[in-house]
């Protein structure tokens, strides 16, 4: 539904946006949204390329999605020994896995949440395409709660404070969505002004509370909140936005975001 499923095409595609394996930037995070390609290709593009500069040390890749079934609580890890793309299979790093299944109850290993949502699938051919020989730790959030960020948050510091240098943190999250495009907009702004401060207080407050609705802004909560981006600065332009019309006549602000 969101890119070529031929090999070849996807390659052509992901090409297109003018990447070269090997050559880019050296994030120790990123910030990419989970829109259909024909409207944040690019955005993701630019966002995996601020990270490839490493693609020859990097072992796993922690990619955090949400689940847009509101229904859903919880932190979900996956069973699976792979995950499909058209480009090949990924491996999962069950390891970690494990690991973060034994620090908080929190977790649940449960695949059928990742059958079904889109949030980390969507990045998985740029997984890929631009660290062919990493494995994953793929990781969806329900709806947003102070526990869930918290355990998160810890969880990801305990894991990972002692293999930073070979690995890389992936966020998928999109920006906004409202009916109004100026309240999507400015909704937007407010969310990467408070990604680049690294505020996590006021932004949990403003994702927890419904001032700001970014569709994963929880995960990035976490993520900063662990302490594991600390000597890192974000890296945006504030201008690289896209919006598209979603489902309901929602509109949908998409950007890119680097922690360097």
Known sequence: MFYPEDRSEMLEYIQSFGMEEGRGGYAKA?????????????LVASAFSAAMGRSDSIKRIV???????????????????????PLGNI????????????????????DIPHLGEHSIE???????????HASIVPILMGQPGAGYIYDLSQALKTVFSHILDD?????SCNLSCDTDQSKALDSARQCLHLFSRKDTSALASAI????????GGALVVSLLDSGLL???QAV?????????????KNIVYYSEVSFE
Request: proline share 5%.
């Open 167 to 171: 690995t890389l943190f992936v966020v």
């Open 91 to 110: 491996p999962v790093d069950q390891e970690i896995t494990e690991e973060l299944l034994f620090i908080s109850n929190h977790f649940e290993i449960n």
């Open 230 to 232: 600390d000597n890192t």
């Open 208 to 215: 927890l509370d419904g001032r700001l609705n970014a569709c």
């Open 30 to 42: 990123i910030i990419a949204p989970h829109g259909a390609w024909t409207y944040s290709g690019e």
């Open 122 to 132: 969507i990045l998985l051919p740029f997984v890929k395409y631009c660290f062919p």
């Open 63 to 85: 990619i955090l999605g949400p689940i847009h079934d509101k229904r859903e609580k919880g932190l979900f890890l996956s069973n699976s020994h792979y995950f499909h793309t």
């Open 236 to 248: 945006f332009s504030a201008d690289n936005m896209v919006s598209a019309v979603g489902v309901e």
